[in-house]
């Protein structure tokens, strides 16, 4: 087995955590403090839980993707977890909308496709940006900045200055889902690290938090799907 790996170290960081990307790749979060070394024996210490990690059927494995969709009417778009159907519209829509289903210009053209993720990122800022001030407030943090940004296998990720990003793929995915990745993040603004304590503020935060780690687990990449 390939035990490759990438190491991100950050200052406040208080201990070495290990974790297995959507896409297989193995990342070494580590304190500043801490030699190339001493995070070699670690990880060589853990090959064992890397291995059964690398190989999980199901979060893990890389699925075949169903087929893509077209951009055409009477297809489907994904939108806060329902599908609601395509229409193309011939003349007197110089811009996607949303109203019970999806109305798409003609005159896109062979663009439909990048003017529906356009759509998509904007609905993302509109929506996330605020919900994750809200959970801010209610967990007491403060965030300098909320991004939407394009990132394939993760949903979510903190930065060392208080930075929160989100996928923008995440605006398919139902509320509940939304609210505990957004949670997730926050969370990590209190405790650093996935500890028992961390998960207990998910947790109290969201009361749906398996019920959504299951739903990205088993749905997860069909977010990943362009439409």
């Not at 580590?30 to 090959?47: C, F, L, N």
């Not at 690398?54 to 087929?67: D, I, T």
């Not at 949903?155 to 200055?161: A, D, E, L, Q, V």
Request: charged share 30%; hydrophobic share 35%; net charge positive.
């Amino acid at each position: 087995m390939d035990l490759s790996y990438t190491t991100k170290r950050s200052p406040r960081r208080r201990r070495l955590t290990i974790t297995v990307e959507r896409d297989r790749s193995i990342v070494v979060h580590a304190p500043d403090g801490i030699s190339d070394e001493q995070i070699r024996r670690v990880v060589e210490s853990k090959w064992q839980w890397i291995h059964e990690k690398v190989g999980h059927p199901r979060k893990y494995q890389q699925l075949p993707h169903p087929p893509g969709k077209e951009m055409v009417s009477g297809e489907s778009a994904l939108y806060l977890g329902r599908q609601y159907r395509i229409e193309v519209i011939g003349k007197g829509l110089d811009r996607i909308q949303f109203s019970r289903h999806f109305l798409v210009p003609a005159s896109e053209g062979e663009k439909r496709t990048e003017a529906m993720r356009e759509w998509y990122i904007l609905k993302a800022k509109a929506k996330l940006v605020p919900r994750a001030a809200l959970h801010a407030r209610a967990l007491g943090v403060d965030v300098s900045r909320v991004r939407i940004v394009d990132n394939r296998f993760r949903w979510g990720s903190c930065t060392m200055k208080n930075n929160i990003n989100f996928n923008w793929r995440l605006i398919k995915a139902p509320m509940f889902v939304i609210d505990y990745v957004i949670v997730h993040e926050l969370a990590h603004l209190i405790e650093s690290n996935h500890t028992p304590r961390f998960w207990n503020i998910v947790r109290a935060q969201t009361s749906t938090m398996e019920k959504a780690k299951t739903w990205l687990k088993e749905h997860g990449q069909l977010l990943e799907q362009t439409i």
